[in-house]
């Protein structure tokens, strides 16, 4: 008989991790409600055409497609499979592919639904995504983000409400993060300053892999890829710029003289910083001029938070994106977003030991089964506790003692209500502490006291 298994990069959780993951989720989205956002979902799989093309050519790659329904090789001839030429193959014999992220399906729902929308339009939406990758540590095939944007506006306040958002919901988990902010306009303008304004993609997919493969292996991509070593040497100093963000700002600020992109960067850079400052963050906020994140559709602020006390990978990421709509036929909507990763929180959540203790249980009472009269006393009043909102439960046999107790042991239900013969004469109860094994007589209309 075959052993039964799950995919490689995906996971099953039990009853205690749906507990914790439900608490990521939660306060999520509280945070985001507060902030005024509204929740929607888009179905698991779009359609290919939707999603090919927006993520980069290594992006493409990592798309799960579904076969086609029924006869899913009629539309190949016996020549398109002996040619054996697996992208013209893809597209032939499959037209869906599962989500990839939430910002794509997102704008090809904005486009749909236009007319229903009154812009800007604030959402959020936690569902989940797939990628063909290779799974390792902090990284899944399947996992869940938990994404808010705002459309149809312009204003920088959005950028600066997001960071808001950020720090809001990290101060909540208990994790120190560093904020890390930067601007394509930024990456562009340094393009353009060292003669490379055609290579702006190459040089933001290098640059982006700093902190994992160090200056030195960058610097080889880029020749790898065609970037003259003059332009490589000027390089070089921009990213290696220390100081205050002040600093940093005005230095490139400098720089860019003779580029317009650049400056319109460090402006809108600027303007962000100054009202995040003011606002007194409790996290870290920081300029950093290697950060480019490697999708193609940001085109203004890009975000990206990494814990300070963990070794993980980004945790959030988000940016601005001016031209995400305009390919499916709606120009002139502005979009900014994040993303939590809420699989990598977890991990940052378990790793630090920081997810509140009353997360190991989901009952928070048992009633002991003694019988059926018992039952029958117990039944009116766990429906009145229930009502109260206390989690409770009857166990469903009048089995031994031991047995009933060693269910709530393994359960992690903190108490345990014994009711027989002498409790019901008496309409009390004897309330066990299961993890200080005290016990106490409560009367039966006072229980419900001890929970609320």
């Known amino acids: 008989m075959q052993k039964p298994s799950i995919p490689k990069g995906t996971r099953d959780f039990s009853p205690e991790e749906m507990a914790k993951r439900n608490y990521i989720f939660d306060t999520i989205k509280e945070v985001y409600k507060l902030y005024g956002f509204s929740q929607i979902e888009t179905p698991a799989m779009e359609n290919l055409n939707t999603l090919m093309g927006k993520y980069g050519e290594e992006g493409d790659k990592l798309l799960f497609k579904i076969l086609n329904s029924g006869d899913f090789l009629r539309s190949m001839s016996n020549k398109d499979i002996d040619e054996g030429n697996s992208v013209k193959t893809a597209n032939k014999i499959s037209e869906k592919g599962l989500r990839y992220d939430l910002t794509v399906p997102f704008a090809r729902y904005v486009v749909m639904h236009r007319n229903e929308i009154t812009f800007p339009f604030k959402r959020y939406q936690i ?26 506006s312009d204003s920088l306040l959005n950028e600066v409400e997001l960071v808001q958002i950020i720090d809001e919901v990290f101060t909540q988990f208990g994790i120190n993060v560093s904020i890390r902010i930067n601007n394509r ?26 902190d994992k493969i160090g200056l030195e292996k960058v610097n080889e991509e880029l020749s790898l890829a065609g970037v003259t070593d003059e332009a490589i040497q000027k390089l070089q100093p921009i990213l290696q710029l220390s100081g205050t963000t002040s600093e940093k700002l005005d230095e490139l600020r400098g720089l860019f003289e003779t580029s317009e992109i650049g400056l319109k960067g460090v402006e809108e850079m600027e303007y962000i910083f100054n009202k995040c400052t003011a606002l007194e963050l409790k996290n870290g906020f920081v300029l ?41 036929g709606l120009k002139g909507v502005s979009g900014v977003g994040i993303s939590f990763g809420a699989d990598r929180i977890y991990d940052v959540l378990t790793d630090l030991d920081l997810f509140p203790n009353n997360f190991s249980h989901s009952t928070d009472l048992l009633f002991v089964n003694f019988g059926e009269s018992e039952s029958d006393f117990i039944l009116p009043l766990i429906t009145k506790m229930r009502k109260a909102g206390v989690r409770c439960e009857l166990y469903p046999e009048s089995a031994k003692m031991k047995k009933q107790l060693s269910y709530a042991d393994n359960n992690k239900i903190p108490y345990v209500a014994l009711i027989g013969a002498n409790e019901i004469k008496n309409s009390s109860v004897t309330l066990k502490n299961m993890i200080s094994g005290e016990q106490k007589t409560v009367l039966v209309d006072d229980l419900k006291g001890e929970f609320i």
């Open 127 to 152: 569902q989940q995504v797939w990628r063909a990758d290779r799974p390792q540590k902090g990284r899944y095939r399947e996992f869940y983000q938990c994404d808010a944007d705002i459309v149809g």
């Open 185 to 210: 306009k930024i990456l562009s303008g340094i393009a353009e300053i060292i003669g490379e304004a055609d290579n702006i993609t190459v040089i933001t997919t290098a640059i982006d892999k700093i």
């Open 288 to 328: 950093d001029l290697t950060l480019a994140r490697g999708l193609n559709y940001y085109t203004g602020a890009i975000i990206e938070v990494k814990a300070v006390d963990a070794q993980m990978g980004s945790i959030t990421g988000g940016g601005r994106y001016d031209n995400l709509t305009g390919i499916f």
